[in-house]
């Protein structure tokens, strides 16, 4: 048979459909949620979930987590003597929720499992998707179909939903990602419109402001504070227990000793769960012979939360705006994802909307039920035969190019879309690319996904070059096909018009993320270049505006941005003072009468 898994940041689940309904399978513990944690004993042996999440204290320097953030990167993790990609943790992850499984089906339905279907962030590109199916495959699983998160919880919530039509918003918060997806539900169909997300937010972020504030905050115990001794020696006690010198002394601890920082994490991870039910939480741990404690209230850690929440405002903005839809037109809010419990992202939930969220099916194990119901769908199971999904390309893919300047001129470093993002998949799209030179001898394809104007900001997942005959400038040309499938897996076909020569690319790997070095050697080389006008404040401000609103923009509205942003390259690039003051001032029209048409949805 067929199982679903929820691989997370945080937890994972698997999940099976059996007498008609949708089952979690309890691992060895009997617990439905494994932590996506894993540790290397010291003669080798890999420990997976509670063990090794308990491991994170007392090894942290041989236990690994939060590795699903690095899926598709160059990341490696080095685990005392072992080295392991993020692939390989992913795979020992699998490797459990598959083996106890296992367990469970046979001994109490007799069934054998074949294949998996695996849950990802909605908001993973193709990079990501490829690993995450690599990860199965490392597990000895067999995986075929790749699912978005999102998608799945709004199955599992309109497996039983009797109303012919209703309009949903999935808000899925998960440890380490962030989705948002709009759906339409017409009796057994349900319509994905529009994903968005952020896959750099999750419950850890709001983890890591409690830390901070914490540290602030932290003071030494009552019973720490050394008493007056008598020997003239009180005030350098008062000085050597003074809240200032604890606290660096906090910070010299967690600096120094991956377990403290271990050992603070944990109590962090137990306060935030607190906030639920309290006004005020006491956090306090002990290590290095010292004992640190700080009361922090919801008002301060919600305040401190702000940045967090105005980046979730984005995502729904983006997704409600390419959804064509409003505010008041969404009929219910489903909250998916373990981070949606906090106290302060519920109420920001229902600030937003106006309304009280759902989530009376458990929001960390909505998505793995979900993908229960994705597997019966892939078997064809008898009784959810009717139900018919649909999903998006949560991305923008494309091209670069180059454009042709009436003054003769090429204008490079374009980025044209082919498959635009929130396009129903299975697609197919088609672009014809004509050639810039004389005698050129090849087309040279680099393939994006992304939506920025410029090629340079995308991120690149593959490259194909295709011979052409010689020829004027403009006389040869090719089509370029994207076929983007129900995976998220994307294939490249190009076409020579005039020869009829064809070749094909799958797109299979690039991690296209950069390292940390390579991120300072980019800010050194960018440093260096002379500064131009275009950098000016004003028009700089121009350009981010325009490029944002390129970025959140689709079909006919995307490729006039386009158009006008590439104009005002040209204008910036000719330096010409007075020509820049003109155009300056109709591109802030421009630009302020697209805002204004597009604002109020939110």
């Given at each position: 048979?067929?199982?679903?898994?929820?691989?997370?940041?945080?937890?994972?689940?698997?999940?099976?459909?059996?007498?008609?309904?949708?089952?979690?399978?309890?691992?060895?513990?009997?617990?439905?949620?494994?932590?996506?944690?894993?540790?290397?004993?010291?003669?080798?042996?890999?420990?997976?979930?509670?063990?090794?999440?308990?491991?994170?204290?007392?090894?942290?320097?041989?236990?690994?987590?939060?590795?699903?953030?690095?899926?598709?990167?160059?990341?490696?993790?080095?685990?005392?003597?072992?080295?392991?990609?993020?692939?390989?943790?992913?795979?020992?992850?699998?490797?459990?929720?598959?083996?106890?499984?296992?367990?469970?089906?046979?001994?109490?339905?007799?069934?054998?499992?074949?294949?998996?279907?695996?849950?990802?962030?909605?908001?993973?590109?193709?990079?990501?998707?490829?690993?995450?199916?690599?990860?199965?495959?490392?597990?000895?699983?067999?995986?075929?179909?790749?699912?978005?998160?999102?998608?799945?919880?709004?199955?599992?919530?309109?497996?039983?939903?009797?109303?012919?039509?209703?309009?949903?918003?999935?808000?899925?918060?998960?440890?380490?990602?962030?989705?948002?997806?709009?759906?339409?539900?017409?009796?057994?169909?349900?319509?994905?419109?529009?994903?968005?997300?952020?896959?750099?937010?999750?419950?850890?972020?709001?983890?890591?402001?409690?830390?901070?504030?914490?540290?602030?905050?932290?003071?030494?115990?009552?019973?720490?504070?050394?008493?007056?001794?008598?020997?003239?020696?009180?005030?350098?006690?008062?000085?050597?227990?003074?809240?200032?010198?604890?606290?660096?002394?906090?910070?010299?601890?967690?600096?120094?000793?991956?377990?403290?920082?271990?050992?603070?994490?944990?109590?962090?991870?137990?306060?935030?769960?607190?906030?639920?039910?309290?006004?005020?939480?006491?956090?306090?741990?002990?290590?290095?012979?010292?004992?640190?404690?700080?009361?922090?209230?919801?008002?301060?850690?919600?305040?401190?939360?702000?940045?967090?929440?105005?980046?979730?405002?984005?995502?729904?903005?983006?997704?409600?705006?390419?959804?064509?839809?409003?505010?008041?037109?969404?009929?219910?809010?489903?909250?998916?994802?373990?981070?949606?419990?906090?106290?302060?992202?519920?109420?920001?939930?229902?600030?937003?909307?106006?309304?009280?969220?759902?989530?009376?099916?458990?929001?960390?194990?909505?998505?793995?039920?979900?993908?229960?119901?994705?597997?019966?769908?892939?078997?064809?199971?008898?009784?959810?035969?009717?139900?018919?999904?649909?999903?998006?390309?949560?991305?923008?893919?494309?091209?670069?190019?180059?454009?042709?300047?009436?003054?003769?001129?090429?204008?490079?470093?374009?980025?044209?879309?082919?498959?635009?993002?929130?396009?129903?998949?299975?697609?197919?799209?088609?672009?014809?690319?004509?050639?810039?030179?004389?005698?050129?001898?090849?087309?040279?394809?680099?393939?994006?996904?992304?939506?920025?104007?410029?090629?340079?900001?995308?991120?690149?997942?593959?490259?194909?070059?295709?011979?052409?005959?010689?020829?004027?400038?403009?006389?040869?040309?090719?089509?370029?096909?994207?076929?983007?499938?129900?995976?998220?897996?994307?294939?490249?076909?190009?076409?020579v018009v005039s020869s009829g020569i064809k070749k094909t690319i799958v797109i299979e790997k690039n991690p296209g993320v950069y390292t940390s070095e390579e991120v300072e050697q980019k800010i050194k080389e960018?440093?260096?270049?002379?500064?131009?006008?275009?950098?000016?404040?004003?028009?700089?401000?121009?350009?981010?505006?325009?490029?944002?609103?390129?970025?959140?923009?689709?079909?006919?509205?995307?490729?006039?941005?386009?158009?006008?942003?590439?104009?005002?390259?040209?204008?910036?690039?000719?330096?010409?003072?007075?020509?820049?003051?003109?155009?300056?001032?109709?591109?802030?029209?421009?630009?302020?009468?697209?805002?204004?048409?597009?604002?109020?949805?939110?």
């Open positions: 048979m067929i199982v679903g898994i929820d691989l997370g940041t945080t937890n994972s689940l698997v999940a099976c459909f059996i007498d008609g309904s949708p089952l979690i399978i309890p691992n060895v513990h009997g617990e439905q949620l494994t932590p996506s944690v894993v540790s290397v004993g010291e003669d080798g042996e890999i420990f997976v979930g509670n063990i090794a999440k308990e491991r994170l204290v007392t090894h942290p320097s041989l236990t690994a987590e939060i590795f699903k953030r690095s899926m598709g990167s160059k990341k490696q993790y080095n685990l005392g003597e072992h080295t392991f990609s993020p692939e390989e943790l992913s795979s020992f992850v699998i490797k459990k929720l598959i083996e106890d499984a296992q367990i469970y089906l046979s001994e109490n339905h007799g069934k054998t499992i074949s294949e998996a279907v695996i849950s990802v962030p909605a908001y993973f590109n193709d990079t990501q998707r490829r690993a995450t199916k690599a990860a199965g495959e490392l597990a000895g699983i067999k995986v075929e179909r790749i699912v978005n998160e999102p998608t799945s919880a709004s199955l599992a919530y309109g497996f039983n939903d009797s109303r012919e039509f209703a309009k949903l918003l999935i808000f899925d918060l998960g440890g380490g990602t962030f989705d948002v997806s709009v759906l339409e539900k017409y009796n057994n169909v349900m319509e994905v419109r529009a994903v968005a997300g952020d896959i750099f937010l999750g419950g850890e972020d709001f983890t890591d402001i409690l830390e901070k504030l914490f540290i602030k905050k932290a003071a030494p115990s009552p019973h720490e504070i050394p008493k007056e001794n008598g020997d003239g020696d009180e005030e350098k006690a008062d000085e050597v227990s003074s809240p200032q010198v604890k606290q660096r002394s906090l910070v010299e601890s967690l600096s120094l000793k991956e377990t403290n920082r271990a050992i603070l994490r944990k109590s962090i991870e137990d306060a935030k769960r607190a906030f639920s039910g309290q006004k005020t939480v006491k956090i306090q741990c002990n290590f290095d012979d010292s004992s640190y404690e700080a009361d922090i209230s919801v008002g301060e850690f919600e305040s401190s939360c702000d940045d967090l929440l105005s980046r979730l405002r984005v995502p729904i903005k983006n997704a409600i705006s390419d959804a064509g839809v409003s505010l008041k037109d969404i009929d219910n809010i489903i909250l998916v994802g373990g981070a949606t419990k906090l106290h302060v992202v519920k109420k920001f939930v229902s600030r937003l909307f106006g309304r009280i969220p759902l989530s009376h099916i458990n929001p960390d194990e909505v998505v793995a039920l979900g993908t229960a119901i994705h597997a019966a769908l892939k078997e064809r199971n008898e009784s959810i035969s009717e139900v018919v999904l649909t999903d998006v390309c949560p991305f923008t893919l494309g091209m670069e190019s180059s454009r042709k300047l009436p003054n003769g001129l090429y204008y490079n470093n374009l980025y044209t879309p082919i498959i635009e993002r929130n396009t129903i998949i299975p697609a197919s799209r088609v672009e014809r690319f004509y050639t810039l030179h004389d005698n050129q001898s090849s087309i040279f394809c680099r393939i994006l996904q992304g939506e920025s104007h410029k090629a340079s900001e995308n991120v690149q997942i593959g490259e194909l070059t295709v011979e052409i005959p010689n020829a004027p400038a403009g006389q040869e040309s090719a089509d370029v096909r994207f076929t983007y499938d129900i995976n998220g897996i994307l294939e490249v076909e190009v076409t960018l440093s260096s270049y002379k500064i131009h006008p275009r950098e000016q404040e004003v028009n700089r401000l121009l350009i981010s505006r325009a490029e944002r609103l390129y970025q959140e923009s689709l079909g006919e509205l995307r490729n006039i941005i386009g158009r006008e942003l590439t104009n005002f390259y040209a204008v910036l690039d000719s330096q010409d003072n007075k020509r820049i003051r003109d155009h300056s001032e109709k591109f802030r029209e421009f630009i302020e009468e697209i805002e204004n048409d597009r604002s109020g949805n939110l």
